[in-house]
């Protein structure tokens, strides 16, 4: 069994042996790829369904945390789940910010969400079984990097890490600020409004798309009118929404709590 054969099992065998875990890492990438897979028109889902390992049954949220597992293998792949913009700014620029500590250009998660998307529209090229690319990889890169750009701290404050140095209690539990974006508003959004199940919150956005949000559907699609990809428009986004809420107010030793069910519903919103 080949390395990554091994790495999708052992992600997979992780969520069949502990379904109760809770955390962002899971759930807000599950929820975005169950989203994402569901709507897809049928040239795609027949794609996504071909790429997938078969481990995944044709499920693209049970994959969807496999690139955060492979950091640790692909280390040269940790720099592209986040953009540094500068501190206090509130604005991303690609060629500015879209960068790896050693200030190689387009390595942070727009630059790999353009990527990966132009390796996967080489599927139905007449090479493609001959690809250089590794698509099912592409497939499982693209669709966790969309899931990171779209929570605010990862397109966060250089000097902060995106909210990975400041200690805050989310209530009485002691957490860095990232991790209660990346984690804890979910968590207690399951929680307190799904009965702590992930198919409650998949079912309420899902509604929501097709009535409240539905104007904005087209928006989200006409995005791409000009590109292969929109991640500069979500960075942008992101570091906004970073600066509206996640850092607003917020300092060293911070209780949050209270406006979960605002933030939730903002975070819910963006993470279409
Ligand atoms: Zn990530």
């Not at 390992?53 to 955060?68: F, H, I, K, R």
């Not at 597992?69 to 792949?77: A, G, L, M, P, T």
């Not at 199940?197 to 899902?206: M, R, S, T, W």
Request: proline share 2%.
């Amino acid at each position: 069994m080949g390395l990554r054969a091994y790495q999708i099992l052992t992600c997979v065998s992780f969520f069949v042996l502990f379904p109760v875990i809770h955390c962002w890492g899971n759930d807000g990438h599950v929820a975005v790829c169950r989203i994402a897979q569901s709507r897809l028109r049928e040239a795609a889902a027949d794609a996504v369904k071909q790429l997938l390992p078969e481990s995944a049954d044709n499920d693209l949220g049970s994959v969807c945390t496999w690139a955060d597992h492979v950091k640790f293998h692909y280390h040269w792949s940790s720099a592209l789940h986040f953009i540094d913009t500068p501190d206090n700014l509130c604005t991303y620029q690609y060629n500015r910010d879209c960068k790896d500590e050693d200030g190689v250009k387009g390595r942070c998660v727009a630059g790999a969400i353009n990527n990966y998307t132009t390796q996967l529209l080489s599927y139905n090229s007449a090479s493609s079984s001959h690809s250089e690319y590794n698509l099912t990889e592409a497939l499982l890169f693209l669709s966790h990097f969309i899931g990171d750009i779209h929570q605010p701290l990862h397109v966060g404050f250089t000097s902060d890490r995106g909210g990975n140095t400041i200690d805050v209690h989310w209530y009485t539990r002691k957490q860095v600020l990232h991790h209660v974006w990346d984690n804890n508003i979910i968590e207690t959004a399951e929680e307190r409004f799904y009965n702590s199940n992930i198919d409650g919150l998949v079912d309420a956005i899902q509604q929501n798309i097709t009535t409240d949000w539905a104007d904005l559907v087209k928006k989200w699609e006409t995005c791409s009118a000009n590109n292969t990809a929109c991640p500069d428009v979500y960075a942008s986004e992101g570091i906004k929404a970073a600066c509206d809420w996640a850092y607003k107010g917020v300092s060293e030793g911070s209780v949050l709590e209270g406006a979960a069910g605002q933030l939730i519903l903002m975070l819910a919103s963006l993470e279409i």
